[in-house]
């Protein structure tokens, strides 16, 4: 499986962008996907992810702000993005975790968001 992440870019703050990311297999098979993000300095952390019986779960820091969504058809997931603020500044990744798709978990390759003050 491969994951190509997308829509990364420079917003100011109160913005919105939409990253997609798609899957080089079939996505209805795929128990979770998700999208996390590392900013300099910090560790990569959740942002959202969704399983394929369309459970949601966001971090507390996005909830209200972002939207995850899925289209099994396509084999992609989105992430849509509003009202960013300084602190979304991160690469954002979109992965796979162990038991989405098999024992193994894959990452995409990272889209960078900069959002201006």
């Known amino acids: 499986v491969q994951l190509q992440a997308s829509g990364g870019g420079l917003v100011q703050a109160g913005g919105s962008l939409r990253l997609s990311c798609a899957a080089s297999g079939s996505a209805s098979s795929i128990r979770v996907m998700g999208w996390y993000r590392q900013s300099p300095g910090k560790q990569r952390e959740l942002v959202a992810n969704?399983?394929?019986?369309?459970?949601?779960n966001y971090a507390a820091s996005v909830k209200g702000r972002f939207t995850i969504s899925r289209d099994n058809a396509k084999n992609m997931v989105y992430l849509q993005m509003n009202n960013l603020n300084p602190e979304d500044t991160a690469v954002y990744y979109c992965r796979l975790p162990p038991g989405s798709l098999g024992p193994a978990e894959y990452w995409g390759q990272g889209t960078q968001v900069t959002v201006s003050s």
């Open positions: 969704i399983r394929s019986d369309g459970t949601l």
